[in-house]
């Protein structure tokens, strides 16, 4: 059965900690929602009420767009292995990027992974635990370096290029703000 708390607890701390995947949900006031699967070592729990997860370049910059457009953003974690559980985490989204204040503080908590665009920071407002008595199970065989080895490759002056063409709006035609700020 569903159950809503008002913040993290230890225990559910040290669940978001076990996952190696977690997913992001953001839409705008008008348009698509966006739901996209997250890895790598990319979340940091800052406390009880508080996330935040390193963005990497990616085909898109949808979760930017939409936060920039409402600030609405929800975050799910699934138990893939072991008792199974369903986390989300409902609360108001901000892109914090290399000329802002807060990035000095926030990125020193992730790798420095080629290709880190922002981070992307969500302020809880409750969260919900459900069964996820449904979610199959999966063995962990590892992390793909897929992203990483083209980051790597376009090296940092490819990445600004390849933000400049493909990442200064989202599928909807809103503006993400990387770059023109």
């Known amino acids: 059965m569903a159950k809503f708390y008002p913040e993290l607890n230890d225990d559910l ?4 900690a076990e996952q190696k995947l977690f997913f992001v949900a953001t839409a705008p006031k008008e348009g ?22 390193l963005d990497l370049t990616g085909s898109s910059n949808e979760t930017a767009a939409h936060l ?3 600030g609405r ?3 799910m974690f699934c138990s893939f292995e072991g008792e199974p559980l369903i986390l989300r985490l409902y609360g108001r989204g901000q892109v914090v990027r290399r000329e802002d204040r807060e990035w000095a503080a926030l990125s020193p908590l992730f790798p420095a992974y080629p290709g880190m665009r922002q ?4 302020d809880i407002d409750s969260l919900q635990t459900s069964c ?5 199970l999966f063995d962990y065989v590892g992390e793909r370096d897929k992203l990483l ?7 940092e002056d490819g990445i600004r290029d390849y933000w400049r063409e493909k990442n200064q709006t989202s599928i909807d035609g809103l503006p993400t703000g990387l770059l023109s700020e």
């Not at 701390?13 to 978001?16: A, K, L, Q, V």
């Not at 698509?32 to 997860?53: I, T």
């Not at 080895?149 to 090296?155: I, N, Q």
């Open 13 to 16: 701390r040290r669940f978001i």
């Open 32 to 53: 698509r929602v966006n739901l996209s699967p997250k890895g790598l070592d990319s979340l940091r729990v800052l406390d009880n009420k508080r996330l935040a997860y």
């Open 68 to 70: 920039r457009n409402n």
């Open 73 to 75: 953003m929800t975050l």
């Open 119 to 122: 981070i992307m920071v969500l």
């Open 132 to 136: 996820g008595a449904g979610v199959p």
């Open 149 to 155: 080895r083209w980051a790597e490759k376009k090296g």
